[in-house]
């Protein structure tokens, strides 16, 4: 291969796009579900693993694997544990699924069971059903609970939840009920996201065409990303990244591998990889993807992302962690300091109170954290 290979273990994503039915917010690449292409895509999935082994010529150490989509349990349980039996995965490895609330029922957790899966993700969105009907989720409020009960009787210690704000018509006080709803849960962790839409989305266009309410404006929506973190602080729940919160030592150690930069292998249709210096986009088109791995085609349209690009990445994804950047660590990558022909605008955000700097770390401010990307591009 033409870059290096990580010899340590890495973080893997494999991305199924196949969806029962999409969402109206999601732009990611999704395919109507079909069984007999589920499951002639597993084999695709498993067929560029394969491919992966042989051009590096070696096994391929996996200290994180997430499953993402579209809806990942989709794949089934057999073909979870065949994909993951093609690794050789750390003992303590966080294995992620993300599942449909509506997927889990009895049979389908007592198949979960005999895979290595440890960590389960799940989409909740909104705890009322009216924005739920909206966002085209399928499951209700009140099933919650009894879902929850069934994966923590089965033995799942590590469960993360998504929550959505800034829904349509949503106040204030309906997102205050939805993370109190969530915390009776008692998630280890949790990621909550501000709704936005692309232009391709279905909900922008039914609120284009006056059928559903518009966004939270900026102002409401930076006032409910205040809400959402003073709540969840004052649960005990540690604010480790802009949009991520978690029970102490269950942060999410694949995502942790996105935001320090580390190299981690994208596997499947419209999968986005980083190993150093390349960044790569596997094709949006099972078909395009399809016909790459048959041509023994790995990081196809791969970008070279060196010197001040990679600084760049390193910068937009490390300040949103809350605890920073660590200086000795840009300086062992860079071979400068942070700082380093940045002390006007340095000064400047310190000025506002925009960012903190000490003689070890890079940090945004608590009341910079929702306006994240324009003090970044500051830094930029």
């Known amino acids: 291969m033409e870059q290096v290979f990580p010899l340590s273990p890495i973080a893997i994503y494999l991305h199924n796009p196949f969806c029962l039915r999409p969402c109206s917010y999601c732009s990611f690449y999704r395919v109507a579900y079909h069984q007999k292409q589920q499951a002639e895509y597993l084999q695709l999935l498993i067929d560029e693993l394969r491919l992966w082994k042989h051009k590096i010529g070696r096994e391929i150490k996996a200290k994180s694997v997430y499953f993402g989509g579209g809806t990942p349990a989709l794949l089934t349980a057999e073909g979870i544990s065949n994909i993951l039996q093609e690794l050789q995965i750390e003992a303590e490895a966080e294995l992620t699924l993300e599942i ?11 198949e979960l069971q005999t895979t290595p899966i440890n ?20 499951h209700r409020a009140a099933d919650i609970p009894a879902k929850m009960k069934l994966l923590r009787k089965a033995g799942y210690k590590n ?22 709803e969530l915390l009776k849960l008692k998630p280890q962790h949790i990621s909550t996201y501000l709704l936005t839409l692309e232009e391709d989305s279905p909900m922008l266009a039914e609120i284009e065409s006056g059928k559903i309410p518009p966004l939270a404006d900026d102002e409401l929506a930076a006032d409910m990303y205040e809400l959402v973190c ?25 995502n942790l591998s996105y ?3 580390e190299p981690y292998l994208a596997i499947g249709t419209s999968a986005s990889g980083w190993l150093p210096p390349w960044r790569y986009d596997n094709p949006a088109s099972i078909r395009k993807h399809q016909n790459n791995i048959r041509k023994q085609v790995l990081m196809p349209g791969k970008k070279l992302r060196r010197g001040k690009a990679e600084e760049e990445d390193y910068l937009m994804m490390g300040l949103r962690l809350t ?31 925009l960012i903190e700097l000490d003689d070890n770390w890079l940090r945004l401010r608590e009341n910079a954290m929702f306006i994240s990307n324009v003090v970044i591009g500051e830094l930029l």
């Open 100 to 110: 449909n609330p509506i997927q889990i029922t009895p049979a389908f957790i007592e």
């Open 119 to 138: 960590r389960i993700s799940l989409g909740l969105q909104s705890f009322d059903d009216e924005m739920l009907s909206v966002l085209g989720r399928r």
């Open 159 to 180: 469960i993360s939840l998504d929550l959505l704000y800034g829904l349509p018509a949503q106040t204030l006080e309906m997102l205050k009920r939805d993370v109190e």
């Open 230 to 254: 003073k709540l969840l602080r004052k649960a005990r729940y540690t604010h480790y990244e802009i949009s991520n919160f978690a029970r102490p030592g269950y942060e999410s150690k694949h």
């Open 259 to 261: 935001w320090r930069s």
């Open 323 to 353: 605890k920073g950047i660590n200086r000795d660590d840009f300086k062992r990558r860079f071979g400068r300091d942070v700082v380093d022909g940045k002390h006007e605008v340095m000064a400047k955000l310190l000025f506002f109170e």
